[in-house]
């Protein structure tokens, strides 16, 4: 099976009264992401790209928002449980890339935190994790802080099965 890619995409809109969780990291804002779940797009787009390469649908598919149980849910155990179907199905991530498109806050302060979120669940090292942040130079809805993006994709290896 050698490798596989895998792409991921989403949005949140930016609404005052929400922790502003990003990356598995709550960062200090006036507003945050309004979601079913904590509304963690960066993780959002990560599960995506990580389904996407393991063949296995979507976020939405796997964690549907009319279930109550993923009310509120912080999206690292969406992304833990993520990990455990790719371990039974014997593909190990190799490289996760990122970009987050975020008019506000600055992203940049907080990258270093959401690697010691998401490495170690992920289970790569610290530069097998890209995250890059954008402003949306102020143009359209992103611009306005309406919305945050963010976009990943994500390489994976398959485990050779063990000879016995
Ligand atoms: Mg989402």
Known sequence: MGTRIGLGYDIHRMVKGRVLCLGGVEIPHSAGLLGHSDGDALIHAVIDALLGAAGQGDIGRLFPDTDPRYRGIASAELLRGVMLRLRRK?????????????????????????????????????????????TNEGLGLLGRERAIACWAVALLRSRAAKKS
């Open 90 to 134: 014997r593909l190990a991530v190799v490289h996760v890339d990122t970009v987050i498109l975020a008019q506000s806050p600055r992203i940049a302060p907080h990258v270093e935190a959401m690697k010691d979120a998401l490495c170690p669940i992920l289970s790569i090292p610290r530069d097998s994790l890209g995250i890059k942040a954008k």
